[in-house]
């Protein structure tokens, strides 16, 4: 068995609730892949995991990219955002489910290690180490866009733009009056000579 399935089945003999969800999709299988590594999984039916050839064709295929991998860890209800899926669709909502219960489990490793306390401490450190990389990425784009707009005026203000799209708004409808009176213009004049 892989070290990535004994974790995984380490962590669900503690949590019956988890072995119960999973056990509704026994048979079926994921990967998880992350860059250049994947791991694939098949659930038994007492709902464990049991790790299968990465080249296998799993039913669910899971992607983070390696940059947004900590990100998720730290905040795993982001899996809409950071997480690519395909394939069965119930599968992915069920481990999307038991993703979101990631922080809570790491902390309760961490107080069963250390104690209450600092265990606590310790995952919230942990979890706020993991979430700055994203941030820290999320100030410099912010920094740099501000800089670009304000400073090296290589960007326009949101304003700016605004004012711009509702003149392209009027300037649009302008000509669509234009147009509407030149066909009006035309099919008087067309009418005149057919007349003569």
Do not use: C, Y
């Not at 998720?72 to 909502?93: H, I, K, N, Q, Y």
């Not at 706020?128 to 501000?146: C, D, F, K, Q, Y």
């Not at 004049?189 to 003569?196: A, N, Q, S, Y």
Request: proline letters at 5%; zero cysteines.
């Amino acid at each position: 068995m892989s070290l990535a399935a004994r974790t995984l089945n380490r962590w669900l003999e503690g949590e019956p609730w988890a072995r119960e969800r999973l056990a509704a999709h026994g048979g079926r299988s994921f990967a998880i892949g992350s860059g250049p590594s994947e791991s694939a999984f098949t659930i038994a039916a007492d709902g464990t995991v049991a790790g299968m050839a990465a080249e296998t064709s799993a039913g669910l295929r899971l992607t983070v990219s390696p940059l947004a991998l900590p990100a998720f860890l730290a905040e795993p209800s982001r899996w809409d955002e950071l997480v690519t899926t395909e394939g069965d669709a119930a599968l992915a909502a069920t481990l999307r489910d038991l993703a979101t219960t990631l922080p809570w489990i790491v902390e309760a490793a961490f107080a069963h290690a250390l104690g209450p306390i600092v265990g606590k401490r310790v995952a919230d450190a942990g979890k706020v180490a993991l979430g700055l990389p994203g941030h820290v990425a999320e100030r410099l784009i912010g920094n740099a866009g501000s800089f670009a707009r304000d400073e090296a005026g290589l960007l326009a203000h949101p304003g700016r733009l605004r004012e711009l799209a509702e003149g392209i708004d009027t300037l649009s409808k302008q000509i669509e009056a234009l147009e509407a009176r030149v066909a009006g213009l035309e099919g008087t004049r067309g009418g005149t000579t057919v007349r003569e």
